[in-house]
Each structure stands twice: as structure tokens, then as C-alpha cells.
């Protein structure tokens, strides 16, 4: 579910100078997909931790940039692990036919120097829907990590419908609601 998208964005940074697209890839150590959906009266949260992709990125022109990101569905942790056989297993997420959630990136519309919407395709269970993630950008700098020069930090957030990638299961105790949030760092290639 969440997945999707990953990774949205890079989409505009405030006072950048123009230049060519540039390839980043995501940080695999430090990008993860949160989701959060309502059971009966509690919020229950969740994760993936396996998420890589690339982002094409032209500062001059940010509304053509495109993204690229795959999540390993197996990856799924809630921390509890009877739920996580649960969402892993057929009437969810079916790791076993479906082990891979990609999101592919169809268009930007840019709001502002550090916001943007990410539209694009998302694939969950074998089945692709649309999807628009709102994300928010900033430079990542760490003067303490000589790898991270030039990397960007984005978080992007979405909400989907479960049963639009035949999650129905437990239609009575769970929302069909399920809150995205995407926390990446890419890095330039």
C-alpha cells in the first residue's frame, strides 16, 4: 500500500541554479514507507523498510522530473508479528505473488520552491491505480557525512482506498482508509 510511490519527489529547490538533469537514487538505509489505517477505534501504523528507486531531476525545469521506486512487500513491519502474516499473507498484500510494490511517476505539478504534487502510478498486489502525493523538500547537507553533498530530503503523503487492490478483508473492524508517508533521502549519482 504504501508504497507507492515512492519517492516522490525532489521537485524544486529555492535559489538552485539551473542545470542538466541529474540522477539520484534513494538511500536504502535511510528511506522508509510509513502507513497508518484505523482498527476499530485505535491507529495502527506500520512500515516498509526495503525501498529503492531514482529520480531524474533538471532544478531548471523541476516539473519534468520523473521517479522510479520499487518497495519490497515482504519488507512490511508492524511490530506485531501475527499482523504482519496477516497483511503479508493472500487476503492482503500476498508477498508471495506480489513481492514487489512499484510506484512510476507520469507528472509534477510544482507549487511552490520546496512543495509540489507528484502524480503517478502505483502498483499493489498486481493491481496499478493513479496516485497524487503531496510532497514537501529540502536540502540534506550534512557537513558530517561526506556521502550526503548534494542529497535532498523529502517527505511525500498520500491516502489510498485498500480495497482498490482487493484488500477487503476485515471490512467491518478496519478502515478502508490507509494514510502513505514516504521519508527519503536521495542522494545524487
Request: include cysteine; charge should be negative.
Amino acid at each position: 500500500m504504501a508504497c507507492l510511490a515512492l519517492l516522490a519527489a525532489e521537485l524544486t529547490v529555492a535559489g538552485a541554479p539551473a542545470v542538466e538533469a541529474r540522477r539520484f537514487e534513494f538511500d536504502q538505509r535511510r528511506t522508509e514507507v510509513r502507513f497508518a489505517y484505523k482498527m476499530a477505534y485505535a491507529t495502527q501504523r506500520g512500515r516498509f523498510t526495503k525501498v529503492s528507486g531514482t529520480l531524474d531531476y533538471d532544478e531548471a525545469a523541476p516539473g519534468k522530473s520523473k521517479v522510479s521506486a520499487s518497495i519490497s512487500a515482504a519488507s512490511l513491519t508492524t511490530g506485531e508479528d501475527f499482523i504482519d502474516n496477516e497483511l503479508r499473507g493472500a487476503d492482503f498484500f500476498n508477498v508471495e505473488r506480489s513481492p514487489v510494490i512499484a510506484f512510476k511517476s507520469v507528472g509534477v505539478r510544482t507549487g511552490s520552491p520546496t512543495a509540489a504534487e507528484l502524480l503517478g502510478e502505483i502498483t499493489v498486489n498486481g493491481i496499478t491505480k493513479p496516485v497524487t502525493l503531496q510532497v514537501s523538500i529540502e536540502q540534506h547537507d550534512d557537513p558530517a557525512l561526506k556521502h550526503d553533498a548534494g542529497a535532498r530530503r523529502f517527505i511525500a503523503k498520500t491516502r489510498i482506498q485498500r480495497s482498490a487492490f482487493n484488500m477487503t478483508n476485515y471490512q467491518s473492524m478496519v478502515d478502508d482508509d490507509v494514510d502513505i508517508e514516504i521519508d527519503a533521502i536521495a542522494r545524487p549519482r
